[in-house]
């Protein structure tokens, strides 16, 4: 990988990298950082529901599900340890 940004939404199942920003609302911004969506975490997409919403995340060793939308607005650093 290049390690360039991208959204949450936008990576592939088994992708990995770092929290760069979070562009959500400031309740939903919120709930995502009280749940280990910091600047610097590490996260990796494990699966997509069939339709594509919501996504399956792993973040602090827990596993997560995300609104698309959401997760749209969550840029990402892609490493490329994948």
Known sequence: MDNTL??????QVGAA???ETIDLM????LRVREIGFLPG??????RRAPL???IEVEIGGAH??????DAALISVR???DA
């Open 6 to 11: 991208t959204p949450l939404s936008g990576m």
């Open 17 to 19: 990298g770092a929290v």
């Open 26 to 29: 400031r309740d939903d911004s």
């Open 41 to 46: 975490a590490m996260v990796r997409v494990i």
């Open 52 to 54: 594509g919403d919501p």
């Open 64 to 69: 997560l599900a995300l609104r698309r939308a």
């Open 78 to 80: 892609i490493t490329a």
